[in-house]
């Protein structure tokens, strides 16, 4: 009883620690406007994917998508997207965790972290691509314009994508020599035994996703929608002070009224 609370108790650092990492990673970087929205190249993924080799699918899973939704609440420019981002972030530390797994001899071979990584940044790229594209139309832009803002960010996505898998695999493997000689060697690359795909894990997630995605969508709708109607009212005053003045020129006119001219104090 004791060992099994004591390793919840490392499990929940771990993720913390992790966690941690995913959130500083994500602050190198820099911003790269598509014209619409935002993208970044940025070490976030790589601390994603560390996660996920390192430790198992729900761990990784876990400290990938913390670590990154922190960093999206604490921007007011991502804060929308953060239950979305959570998501996404989840998939790819999940996926890696749950591909890097021992062979029958008891071994990871190298070619397996590799296609982890991968396969973690595919199911990441994915998803983010999905929300790029559904972004784009929910506030305002047409089809063509979803479509130019998914082609950069896939350019960024895949850079990032690089970037990652080549941070990440060296760091795994030098980490995880390293870490198999601490307290924390039962949660390296733990082999959790599978509960079937609907289980209430997945379930609670598959809830919570749709959830999250739905509140996201209503409130970028309805900032969109507060937004349209801030511009068209604004429209409608200049198009009323343009037509007050233009009846306050003919006035003077037809009363032989010079305007008179206003200068600055300077002049």
């Keep these: 009883m004791e060992r099994s609370a004591s390793k919840k108790i490392m499990k929940t650092v771990t993720i913390g620690l992790m966690a941690a990492l995913v959130f500083v990673g994500n602050y190198l970087s820099f911003p790269i406007p598509n014209g619409i929205l ?19 699918g729900s761990t990784g899973g876990l400290a990938s998508g913390i670590g990154a939704a922190l960093y999206d609440l604490m921007n007011p ?28 001899d008891g071994k990871i071979p190298l070619s397996t972290t590799v296609l982890a990584a991968v396969f973690g940044q595919l199911a990441y790229i994915i998803l983010y691509l999905v929300k790029s594209f559904f972004t784009v139309l929910i506030i305002g832009g047409t089809v063509e314009a979803a479509w130019t803002a998914v082609g950069t960010n896939a350019i960024t996505s895949v850079i990032n994508a690089v970037l990652a898998v080549i941070i990440s ?38 809830a919570f996703a ?30 009323r002070l343009e037509d007050y003045e233009n009846k306050l020129n003919n006035l003077y006119e037809q009363l032989g009224i010079e305007v008179p001219t206003v200068t600055s104090a300077q002049e």
């Excluded at 935002?38 to 198992?56: D, E, K, Q």
């Design 38 to 56: 935002v993208t970044r190249i940025h070490l976030g993924n790589s601390m994603c994917l560390l996660a996920g080799l390192l430790f198992c």
């Design 169 to 206: 695999v060296p760091l795994y493997a030098a980490l995880r020599a390293a870490l198999s000689k601490t307290s924390i060697k039962p949660l390296i690359n733990e082999q959790t035994k599978s509960k079937g795909y609907f289980n209430p894990v997945t379930v609670g997630l598959i």
């Design 210 to 239: 749709f959830v999250t995605v739905t509140v996201y969508t209503m409130n970028l709708s309805a900032q969109t929608k507060i937004e349209k109607a801030e511009a068209e009212e604004k429209a409608k005053l200049e198009e």
């Design 77 to 104: 420019a991502y804060v929308l997207s953060a239950p979305y981002t959570f998501i996404s972030k989840f998939a790819m530390g999940f996926v890696a965790g749950k591909l890097n797994r021992h062979n029958k």
